[in-house]
């Protein structure tokens, strides 16, 4: 049995008229009626009760009717859904960012117009350190990752979604917040307890941290350690030290801290879209071009 036999029998059964189903079907009469009977034989049942005046549905040809018809809307189903994933329009995106990443505007804004136009792709987003995110993307347990920038292995392509500051994050009550409206150097935190993410967590901040310091002349004193950014700034509330955070953290108002542009020229981070150098799905080429088109989030350079 063959689909096109389900077609032609359906077309009968709607017409009950064998020359009107061959002018909608676009064939000849006599092949579909041998068609039919050819059907008919291999289900060992008559489907239809044929006189010299009329057709009409025999009761195992009424009930085939509609089996056939659920077969071909499965098909119908069954080859839409292949054309929509082929399309992006189906399927999961398995997305990794860093913990920084959703505070900039352009990254949720992004999520959201992807699953207002793909309603029917599900969006995994796993939170990670940048050095999980590029392992991730590795062995291809996520399909984009979204990080700061750090070493990244051969067969990984990032691209620069943009720029930000870098902005000190310090105690309400600390000398350096009084008359600092218009920002610091990094070289006034040299004597500073800081309050930062571990080396061992894999986030490209700490690097970045470091280098300023270098430049700047000192070595970094790590008083208080943390995995997450708000329980960073929570720290520097508690008035255990100071901090270095992307400048979309401002947008978190914690009580008891404030955020101080840094005025050294390297004071820049940025946000990577990093994947494997392969040809990517069309859900993620769709994603990021939806992230391509969106505009630079406020205070991002």
């Known amino acids: 049995m063959e689909l096109r036999h389900l077609r032609y029998f359906i077309a009968v059964a709607e017409e009950l008229h064998f020359g009107r189903a061959a002018q909608q079907l676009g064939i000849s009469q006599p092949p579909l009626s041998q068609q039919i009977q050819a059907l008919e034989q291999e289900l060992g049942a008559r489907l239809f009760e044929r006189t010299n005046r009329r057709v009409e549905l025999s009761e195992a040809g009424r009930l085939f009717l509609e089996e056939a018809r659920q077969v071909l809307a499965q098909v119908e189903k069954a080859a839409d859904v292949a054309r929509r994933a082929q399309l992006g329009e189906l399927g999961e995106m398995k997305i990794g960012f860093t913990s920084s990443a959703p505070f900039t505007s352009r990254i949720p804004q992004a999520i959201r117009a992807f699953r207002q136009r793909y309603p029917s792709v599900h969006l995994n987003l796993k939170e990670m350190s940048s050095r999980e995110v590029v392992e991730a993307v590795f062995d291809e347990s996520i399909e984009i990752g ?127 879209l990093v994947r494997r150098e392969a040809p990517g799905s069309a859900m993620a080429n769709a994603f990021i071009a939806l992230l391509a088109g969106l505009e630079q989030p406020e205070g991002a350079g």
């Open 146 to 272: 979204l990080m700061r920038p750090m070493p990244l292995p051969e067969g990984i392509a990032c691209t620069e979604l943009f720029r930000e500051p870098l902005v000190a994050v310090l105690n309400a009550s600390h000398p350096l917040a009084i008359g600092s409206e218009q920002g610091v150097h990094m070289q006034a935190l040299a004597h500073e307890p800081f309050v930062f993410f571990p080396r061992s967590y894999g986030s490209g901040l700490h690097a970045q941290l470091l280098s300023l310091a270098r430049q700047a002349g000192f070595s970094p004193h790590f008083a208080q350690e943390a995995g997450e950014a708000m329980t960073i700034i929570g720290l520097v509330s508690a008035g255990l030290g100071v901090s270095v955070l992307p400048a979309s953290f401002q947008r978190m108002r914690i009580e008891g801290v404030v955020y101080r542009t840094l005025l050294d020229e390297e004071a820049m981070t940025a946000v990577w």
